[in-house]
T-cell receptor
Framework: DQQVKQNSPSLSVQEGRISILNCDYTNSMFDYFLWYKKYPAEGPTFLISISSIKDKNEDGRFTVFLNKSAKHLSLHIVPSQPGDSAVYFCAAMINTDKLIFGTGTRLQVFP | ETGVTQSPTHLIKTRGQQVTLRCSSQSGHNTVSWYQQALGQGPQFIFQYYREEENGRGNFPPRFSGLQFPNYSSELNVNALELDDSALYLC?????????????FGPGTRLTVT
């Protein structure tokens, strides 16, 4: 039972354009959502998070949007840079409990 | 500030053997979680340790066990290794009462079971 789903295994975007990574979830009890970025041979790195009581959180080039009614969140990266090329994981949690991860989306930003 | 470190980096074991993986948490963090990441999948929660006690467990059999020490470092032990245990094992630490619930990951240990 996959509670957090990332249906796009890969995404290719031109440098300078917007990257939009999507994530769907099934458990309405999730109260916190996070995005992690992972480079090869490294552990996931925390990128940005959002509480379930909010619908948007912004940090520099990164913005996360949460649509609770649709059980959907998205990560926007503007403008995309080649260094953003990595695997992005969406994760959710309930009350600081375990992180439940999606399967990841590989983002490639090309010149 | 020292980040999360894990050892060893890579490990090859034979089916049926036992393995111990180690993790040092980030300075100031007292909670350690372990995750298994199989190829092409997202990390899956194994268990969490808080102040030397197991504080939550995922859907993993009892042959996966752990310890947390007074300095908050941690070990993951896996007995009777199976081929499907081949994966990247990630350790993550976090602060108690962290307002943003962020967990900081180490680079992982790549375990191959043959």
């Amino acid at each position: 039972d996959q509670q957090v789903k990332q249906n796009s295994p890969s995404l290719s975007v031109q440098e300078g354009r917007i990257s939009i990574l999507n994530c769907d979830y099934t458990n309405s009890m999730f109260d916190y959502f996070l995005w992690y970025k992972k480079y090869p041979a490294e552990g996931p790195t925390f990128l940005i998070s959002i509480s379930s009581i909010k619908d948007k959180n912004e940090d520099g080039r990164f913005t996360v949007f949460l649509n609770k009614s649709a059980k959907h969140l998205s990560l926007h990266i503007v403008p995309s840079q080649p260094g953003d090329s990595a695997v992005y994981f969406c994760a959710a949690m309930i009350n600081t409990d375990k992180l439940i991860f999606g399967t990841g989306t590989r983002l490639q930003v090309f010149p | 500030e020292t980040g999360v470190t894990q050892s060893p980096t890579h490990l090859i074991k034979t089916r049926g053997q036992q393995v111990t993986l180690r993790c040092s948490s980030q300075s100031g963090h007292n909670t350690v979680s372990w995750y298994q990441q199989a190829l092409g999948q997202g990390p899956q929660f194994i268990f969490q340790y808080y102040r030397e006690e197991e504080n939550g467990r995922g859907n993993f059999p009892p042959r996966f066990s752990g310890l947390q020490f007074p300095n908050y470092s941690s070990e993951l032990n896996v007995n009777a290794l199976e081929l499907d245990d081949s994966a990247l094992y990630l350790c993550a630490s976090s602060r108690e009462q962290a307002s943003s619930y962020e967990q900081y990951f180490g680079p992982g240990t790549r375990l191959t079971v043959t």
